[in-house]
């Protein structure tokens, strides 16, 4: 069955810290997987693609086919990066995605 | 650009209650989809149109359906509501291939 496992439902981090939200994902083909982000009052809003390999706001995710994962990491975090954050699976025949239930991020200052 | 528009922003309805939810997709975007967002999980696929044709639909019973107009605007319509369907309905639209889907701000959907 195609899944996205999101282990953590809080990460709280303080400024400057690392941080690493977890996204595991069960897929029987080539997985195309998704990182959105939701900050207070806002919609939900693309933040990666793993077929693009870009940074954005400084989070980078790497596709990890032998672990089927897809972790968000950032090396410093900020204040302004307190939000949700949902890792998704494109779901295929259907055109759908599959959301992870999220983990809320709070950095400290 | 206007971004995916949806209407109305809060709704509350009685249960037994039909409802009617609009979502206008970003200029030049085919595809749309709904969610349903209930408080502490994630979007939960309802159904995707594409070129005004039904493409997938998620596990939802008969009371919810919806339709695409030439336009390629949305109607998500809830006969019979329940206090479970109270939660954020999501529209989104994407152009196609893997590019994401990009979300509207959401219909909140109270039923009492």
């Known amino acids: 069955a195609q899944r996205v496992t999101q282990p953590e439902k809080l990460l709280s981090v303080f400024k400057g810290a690392p941080v690493e939200l977890k996204c595991n994902y069960s897929?029987?083909?080539?997985?195309?997987l998704f990182w959105y982000v939701q900050y207070s009052r806002q919609r939900l809003q693309l933040l990666l693609r793993?077929?693009s390999r870009e940074s954005i706001k400084g989070f980078t995710a790497d596709l990890n086919k032998g672990e089927t994962s897809f972790h968000l990491k950032k090396p410093f975090a900020q204040e302004e990066d307190s939000a949700m954050y949902y890792c998704?699976?494109?779901?295929?025949?259907?055109?759908?995605?599959?959301f992870g239930k999220g983990t809320k991020l709070s950095v400290k200052p | 650009d206007a971004g995916v528009t949806q209407s109305p922003t809060h709704l509350i309805k009685t249960r037994g209650q039909q409802v009617t939810l609009r979502c206008s997709p970003i200029?030049?975007?085919?595809?749309v989809s709904w969610y349903q967002q209930v408080l502490g999980q994630g979007p939960q696929f309802i159904f995707q149109?594409?070129?005004?044709?039904?493409?997938g639909r998620g596990n939802f019973p008969d009371r919810f359906s919806a339709r695409q107009f030439p336009n390629y605007s949305s109607e998500l319509n809830v006969n019979a509501l329940l206090l479970g369907d109270s939660a954020l309905y999501l529209c989104?639209?994407?152009?196609?291939?893997?590019?994401?889907?990009?979300f509207g701000s959401g219909t909140r959907l109270t039923v009492v």
């Open positions: 998704a699976l494109y779901g295929g025949s259907q055109g759908n995605l599959i």
């Open positions: 897929y029987s083909g080539s997985p195309e």
């Open positions: 200029s030049g975007h085919k595809s």
């Open positions: 793993h077929i």
């Open positions: 149109y594409y070129e005004k044709e039904e493409r």
């Open positions: 989104a639209s994407r152009t196609g291939g893997n590019y994401g889907y990009t």
